[in-house]
């Protein structure tokens, strides 16, 4: 037979055997924090744009996105031809150090979200936006509505 023995411990029981530490280093990583922009303490700061408080300054970059989008924009060809329209929803992220990265879209069409994703690659380099005093990520949607007038 097997005989089971208790291996538990009482509060009056010495422990005889010590273990000791050594000093640990401690590797400090750094986090990809990501803040939305609608609540990032320092929206990212288009070139050019000044204000005294974040209100402005996130009226200042959808200002200028806007100016952005028109001015850059072309119906692609192709999807005129074949009638192709709707809403192209983009979404990207400000890096840290300010660039634009990670596009993705969704909309009725390749042809339309390829044409999207050219005019966000576009943008210009940015200031980035801080979370305590930090650079973040910070990212951004919009809506690119394709139609056309006859």
């Known amino acids: 037979e097997t005989v089971i023995e208790s291996t538990e411990t009482t509060q ?7 273990v ?3 000093d640990v ?16 303490e320092k929206v990212p700061t288009w070139p050019g744009c000044k204000g005294k408080n974040n209100a402005e300054l996130k009226k200042c970059f959808q200002d200028n996105i806007k100016k952005h989008l028109a ?3 072309r119906y692609p060809e192709v999807a ?5 329209h ?12 300010g660039n634009v990265t ?11 979200e390829k044409e999207a994703a050219r ?7 940015m200031q980035p936006g801080k979370q305590r005093g930090k650079s973040v990520r910070v990212p951004y949607s919009i809506p690119i509505n394709f139609k056309y007038e006859e």
């Open 25 to 40: 280093e401690v590797e400090e990583v750094e986090e990809d924090i990501e803040v939305p922009f609608a609540v990032v």
């Open 102 to 112: 990670g596009i993705r879209t969704r909309g009725p069409d390749k042809i339309l």
């Open 80 to 84: 005129l031809e074949l009638g192709i």
């Open 20 to 22: 000791y530490i050594e």
């Open 119 to 125: 005019i966000i690659g576009l943008l210009p380099k």
């Open 71 to 73: 001015k850059n924009f």
């Open 86 to 97: 709707g809403k192209v929803y983009v979404l990207f992220s400000i890096g840290k150090d």
């Open 12 to 18: 009056e029981e010495v422990i005889e055997e010590q």
